[in-house]
């Protein structure tokens, strides 16, 4: 199979299986400022998802944080009394 893609760039396993070409990418056009009053609102969305993920994953670090503790704990007592 001979080599369509002569960019300096190595060729990926899908370049070289795939002899179409990439799609062009979509152009959005705002109408009348919607797109930018909801790009907002779906940033602020994110922003929120962020900020609840985060501490989401603090109280699992803590919680399990905490557990280990408690496991170490316990073995240490099960441990002395023998």
């Known amino acids: 199979m001979a080599e369509t893609n002569s960019s300096s760039y190595e060729t990926s ?23 930018s009053k909801y790009g907002k609102k779906v940033g602020e969305g994110f922003e929120k998802t962020k900020v609840v993920a985060s501490t989401g994953a603090r109280k699992v670090k803590e919680g399990t944080s905490a557990g280990l503790q408690w496991i170490k704990d316990k073995y240490h007592k099960t441990t002395q009394k023998h």
């Open 13 to 35: 396993w899908a370049d070289q299986w795939d002899s179409n070409p990439d799609p062009a990418p979509e152009t959005k056009k705002s109408g009348n400022g919607t797109t």
